[in-house]
């Protein structure tokens, strides 16, 4: 993008020649030390294999008579202390350009590898013919190239400069990474008249300072914006998180608007309404969603199938409205003639016609091609489009960063999401990936745009009802019925069709503690609804004979092990997807000859204000046993406030299914 800054532009080269010679006087930085090379662990993390010892970051404007460049340095300096791949990977470096119009560009790749040799230090330069450039798309090409010489001990030394002409969009200075980091600064110079916003996230927070300087020669004002850390730990994944690019120390620059000499400011930013109204005021929005020539036909068809509900005035046609079944079948037609091609995307690829023709296209084609099928029906119906959980959230309104669109419809007042873009979701039940933040809701017809909740999808639900005779030795066998709904049921679909049923039995069987299973069975596995199935298992070695008594776990290979929770401390939220709700009733059989001896106690555990719920009651009936089991969440987001007590919370839960009971021989 190109704006015509007539006199001011002299104004901005004479300050970037200014700033330019600052940053090369700052990168005179000393020599690789031999202090350096003989350091043997991170005082940050001392597990940590690899280390960034230095990252200086600087980012500032280029201005010609007809252009506007954003230049990006890059110096670092990383220390490695083992050679695992994961430790290995660190000496190998990607940069992503942007090639599909304007090209973004990089050079002056200078990289050395510094060793202690001898106690001396031995200097590697990085060979230009190891520099390597591939195409990943047709919007980015990378450059990369692996440093030589690496090991145990050794000092990488890199600096490189990015030119892009996209000098409205600044890549996000992060301050934190997988490996912890010693120095880290970044600097941004901004002639006068670039106004920014600016966004922390994450939980690290670096020294901010904002210096202005004058430039004698022409009497104008920039700014510099200057953020510097120190001992940065490491970033550490742990489960249950959207994405952990979220929560990665960082922050991100949003160009508001940019003052002209001649005529009114240049704005950029955007309110969620001014994104909307963009995306919108595409074609394909506008115009080629209402191409519904192609499969009028077969829509008619199906809307046969099913009359129009009637209102109380039974007499205004306008106040029919369609059946909801009607708009269910149109989704399944989607979901069994389209199939998507894996490509995320807000707009078109294929359009409609040839989507329809060649029956696959990405998540546009497919889903606004059903927002234009359930229009053509008569429903209320829209767009709505999202930034993935793979993909950043958008911290400020923004068309780029969202990259997928989902339908909307609307019956009697009620609103249902749909992506036939994987043919197992169902009717408000998405895929895991469409669940991340807000949507921005699209009606281009009607000129309505908002931010909206996608909101929190139903809970899970799973009833386990499971009958096991414990043997003299020590072994159960029985039968379990499980049936599952909502996403508990999307997903198990998705696993069961994603392989061989040979494997997914052995998994199964691996998961459950290496149970044997047999006779296995599934109800409605190629149906909406709750999935069901039954098997029967032999538990071996599920109890421990010591003397005339048998200990075993009641909850028996459904016990977890294992806390997912390790954290001493987590700074972003726990995030389950979805609530859910499990149940288990488990009646137990015990030997003839045994009585009951010992039983764990009842336990009834809560968490937070309705957050979560664990039951455990164990009732004696002679020969009988029975556990009933409830553990509920009903929250699916889970803050880091409160992470202490859901850790809490799964240690005793955790606790009480390690309890046993005993049986005692009374012959």
């Known amino acids: 993008m190109k704006i015509n800054l007539p006199t001011y532009c002299l104004s901005l080269v004479l300050f970037i020649i200014a700033s330019s010679s600052i940053v090369a006087q700052e990168y005179e930085l000393r020599e690789v030390s ?19 010892l230095y990252l ?54 200078r990289a050395y590898t ?3 040799v001898d106690g001396e230090i031995e200097e590697t330069k990085l060979d230009r013919k190891q520099i390597f450039e591939k195409e990943l798309s047709d919007r980015y090409e990378q450059v990369s190239f692996t440093m030589p010489k690496v090991k145990k001990g050794s000092v990488i030394d890199i600096y490189y400069k990015i030119r892009s002409p996209y000098f409205y969009n600044i890549d996000e200075f992060k301050f934190q990474f997988n490996i912890p980091a010693q120095k880290v600064v970044a600097k941004i110079y901004t002639p006068e008249g670039f106004i920014f916003n600016r966004i922390r996230k994450g939980s690290i927070k670096p020294r901010f300072t904002l210096e202005s300087t004058i430039d004698q020669r022409m009497g104008t004002k920039a700014d510099i914006y200057k953020y510097e850390v120190n001992n ?61 020539n192609i499969f009028e036909d077969d829509i008619d068809a199906i809307i046969k199938k099913f009359p129009s509900e009637e209102s109380e005035n039974s007499e205004d046609e306008e106040t029919q409205e369609p059946p909801l079944e009607l708009a269910k079948e149109i989704f399944r037609y989607v979901k069994k003639n389209l199939k998507w091609n894996d490509q995320k995307s807000k707009f078109f690829s294929n359009g409609i016609r040839r989507t329809y023709k060649e029956k696959s296209g990405n998540s546009a084609d497919i889903n606004l091609t059903l927002v234009a099928m359930l229009r053509y029906a008569g429903f209320s119906s829209n767009p709505i489009v999202i930034s993935t959980r793979d993909n950043l959230k958008p911290f400020f309104p923004t068309v780029d960063r969202l990259n997928y669109v989902i339908a909307q419809v609307n019956h009697n007042d009620k609103e249902y999401f749909l992506d036939a873009t994987d043919k197992y979701s169902e009717f408000n039940i998405l895929p895991i990936r469409a669940y991340n933040w807000n949507g921005v809701f699209v009606d281009a017809p009607n000129k309505l745009y908002k931010l909206i909740s996608l909101k929190t999808p139903e809970a899970s639900k799973e009833v386990n009802l499971v009958n096991a005779t414990i043997s003299q030795n020590g072994e159960i066998t029985g039968e379990v019925k499980t049936q599952k709904s909502n996403h508990s049921a999307y997903l198990y679909r998705k696993n069961y069709a994603s392989q061989a049923k040979e494997d997914f039995l052995r998994d ?41 008594k048998i200990f075993f776990k009641p909850f028996m290979f459904f ?8 954290l001493e401390e987590r700074n972003f939220p726990v995030d389950f997807i979805y609530p859910f709700s499990d ?10 000859g045994y009585k009951v001896t010992s039983v764990p106690e009842p336990m009834k555990l809560t968490f937070g204000e309705n957050i979560g719920m664990y039951q455990y009651l164990l009732s004696n009936r002679g020969k009988f046993l029975r556990l009933a089991v409830d553990f509920e969440m009903n929250h699916s987001i889970i803050g880091s406030d409160n992470y202490k007590f859901l850790k809490q919370f799964y240690n005793q839960m955790i606790k009480k299914q390690q309890e046993q009971i005993v049986l005692t021989k009374t012959e």
Do not use: C
Request: proline share 4%; charged share 30%; net charge negative.
């Open 583 to 592: 149940k288990y009733i488990v009646n137990i059989k015990i030997p003839e």
């Open 232 to 292: 940065v730990p490491p970033l550490k994944e742990e489960k249950y998180v959207d994405n952990i690019e979220n929560y990665r120390g960082g922050v991100l620059f949003e160009l508001v608007s940019v003052k002209q000499s001649y005529g009114p400011n240049k704005n950029y930013a955007k309110s969620w309404e001014d994104v909307a109204s963009t995306i919108a005021s595409s074609d394909d929005y506008k115009n080629d969603i209402n191409r519904t």
């Open 56 to 109: 200086n970051k600087k980012v500032y404007y280029d201005i010609g008579s007809s252009f506007i460049n954003l230049v990006t340095e890059v110096h670092k300096r990383i220390k490695f202390y083992n050679t695992r791949p994961e430790d290995l990977k660190y000496a190998t470096q990607k940069i992503n350009l942007y090639v599909k119009r304007d090209k973004e560009s990089v050079s002056k790749i």
């Open 559 to 566: 016990t977890n092990d294992e806390n997912p929770f390790k």
């Open 34 to 52: 031999k202090g350096e090379l003989l350091k043997t662990k991170s005082e940050i993390d001392t597990a940590a294999g690899a280390e960034v």
């Open 508 to 548: 199964k069987e691996s998961n459950l503690d290496n149970i044997l299973i047999s006779n296995y069975e599934v109800e409605n596995l190629d149906l909406e609804g709750p999935i069901v199935e039954k098997y029967s298992y032999t538990y071996e070695n599920a109890g421990e004979v010591v003397g005339n």
């Open 114 to 116: 510094y060793n202690l």
